[in-house]
């Protein structure tokens, strides 16, 4: 039971504001799967915003000290279900990033963010260090890099990218130097064409030029955006109205349950939708800001700051991807987009963020 105290602590100002969200990404996930084959998908993503939203309370209960404490635990248990997908996992839409569980599936790479999130925050607070050396920093690459090369070849390159993010936001905030932030940038650069010619295949070398230019094949890799662009700009300032989007009716816009739901939020709530959902997630990036400079420690302040990238660069690059400002990938809206796995690992991340405040006050 949570003492007195600790419920006093409870903020409940972000706990509203991803109810918000979720319930509104459940209008419309409603409203989009409407003219489809499976018009009731809400039923299930309701299913796992309740068991999402338990999990979230659960983390809270327990002190992030005592789950941090199994940081080696959990890291080795989704390395271990990382490597089983990627020698023995079936192939599910080209990939095999789904772990099979009898009454459904789950992507164990989602969890992957968290594991590192909590892993490299126990990592970084126990360097007494003002800025990290390159020993540090290799060793928390390679922990990051582990999970990060399993996703990859699953392939998911959308998660690994975060993972890499979030590593990134991490080791910047525990004090990278100069000359070793350089030569990373270095490395990064140098990599982009060995990356481009021996690890990306075709389709996705396609979607980057799809990005430069939507037009080279309008109804194959371009439709996407395309599309997405037009539902957008139908919208217009209020929208077209709740069941009412055209685009999105009419099935033109593809996966709009999912990577591109927030096109479906443009033109059927306009630009007062877009900017109702952009003041939500603003709403809790800075209530999260506000946790970590309250945290009574430096683990508290990581666990947090890693949650927050991981949630913003997810955020931010589905935003952007709708809006034709990057090439296309599979990102689903933070706790909008239709799937159980990235709802219930950001909700699990919140729990984390919650707890940290919940406990500010602890000697």
């Given at each position: 039971m949570l003492e007195r105290q600790l419920w006093r602590s409870i903020d409940w100002v972000t706990i509203l504001g991803l109810f918000v969200a979720a319930g509104f990404g459940l209008l419309v996930i409603y409203s989009a799967s409407q003219s489809g084959p499976t018009p009731e998908l809400y039923?299930?993503?309701?299913?796992?915003?309740?068991?999402?939203?338990?999990?979230?309370?659960?983390?809270?209960?327990?002190?992030?000290?005592?789950?941090?404490?199994?940081?080696?635990l959990l890291y080795v248990v989704i390395v271990g279900l990382l490597i089983y997908l990627v020698l023995f996992g079936g192939l599910r839409a080209g990939t095999n990033r789904w772990l099979e569980l009898g009454f459904g599936t789950f992507q164990p790479g989602e969890l992957a963010k968290i594991t590192v999130v909590v892993f490299l925050a126990k990592y970084f607070s126990g360097v007494r260090k003002?800025?990290?050396?390159?020993?540090?920093?290799?060793?928390?690459?390679?922990?990051?890099?582990?999970?990060?090369?399993?996703?990859?070849?699953?392939?998911?390159?959308?998660?690994?990218?975060?993972?890499?993010?979030?590593?990134t936001a991490m080791a910047l905030l525990a004090g990278v130097r100069t000359k070793l932030l350089l030569f990373g940038v270095f490395v990064v650069v140098l990599t982009v064409p060995l990356v481009w010619n021996f690890a990306l295949r075709d389709y996705q070398k396609e979607r980057v030029y799809s990005f430069l230019d939507p037009a080279r094949d309008p109804l194959g890799a371009g439709y996407q955006s395309i599309q997405s662009m037009i539902a957008v700009g139908a919208g217009g300032f209020v929208g077209q109205g709740w069941l009412e989007g055209t685009q999105s009716q009419l099935q033109f816009l593809p996966t709009p349950h999912t990577d591109f739901i927030f096109a479906v939020v443009g033109e059927e709530f306009g630009f007062v939708g877009v900017v109702t959902v952009i003041i939500l997630y603003l709403v809790i990036a800075l209530r999260s800001l506000e946790t970590a400079r309250r945290a009574r420690d430096r683990l508290g302040i990581y666990l947090v700051f890693g949650v927050l990238s991981m949630f913003v660069f997810q955020a931010l690059y589905n935003l952007s991807m709708v809006a034709g400002l990057v090439p296309i990938k599979g990102f689903p809206l933070p706790l909008m987009s239709y799937g159980g796995s990235s709802l219930l690992a950001t909700l699990v991340g919140f729990g984390l963020i919650l707890n940290v405040r919940m406990r500010c006050f602890v000697n």
């Open positions: 039923k299930a993503q309701i299913a796992r915003f309740v068991i999402g939203l338990s999990l979230m309370f659960v983390v809270m209960l327990f002190d992030y000290h005592t789950i941090v404490d199994r940081a080696e003002d800025q990290l050396g390159t020993s540090e920093v290799l060793i928390a690459g390679l922990f990051a890099g582990v999970p990060l090369i399993l996703i990859a070849l699953q392939p998911d390159l959308g998660t690994a990218a975060t993972i890499g993010i979030v590593f």
